[in-house]
Nanobody, 122 residues
């Protein structure tokens, strides 16, 4: 069983930065894969980034490469998404998710947090 709790969203102006956090509780971290997804109003949930907990290997959606950075803190059981140079089109609810398989398809993820709203004004 995995439990996830996000925090760190907010209302910011274009060009600003935020750090989203996800507190992770899991029975085993050995093969855990963590990811961030986002969902804008009227749109499907889309992949943002993932990290393999054991190795720290990462992957990103093309739309966020160079602006977003995913990371994890083993000691604190925390995952982060540093989001820089925010654009209005980044406005969405951001979710952290977990599985033991990886991938960019949200249907592959069994565990989800409640989401945190990020709103970027122009």
């Amino acid at each position: 069983q995995v439990q996830l709790v996000e925090s760190g969203g907010g209302l910011v102006q274009a060009g600003a930065s935020l750090r989203l956090s996800c507190a992770v509780s899991a029975g085993t971290f050995r093969t855990l894969v963590m990811a961030w997804f986002r969902q804008a109003p009227g749109k499907e949930r889309e992949f943002v980034a993932l990290i393999v907990w054991a190795t720290g290997n990462t992957g990103y959606a093309d739309s966020v490469k160079g602006r977003f950075t995913i990371s994890r803190d083993n000691a604190k059981n925390m995952m982060y998404l540093q989001v820089n140079s925010l654009k209005p089109e980044d406005t969405a609810v951001y979710y952290c998710a977990a599985n033991y398989r990886g991938g960019a398809d949200p249907t592959r993820y069994n565990y989800w947090g409640q989401g945190t709203q990020v709103t970027v004004s122009s």
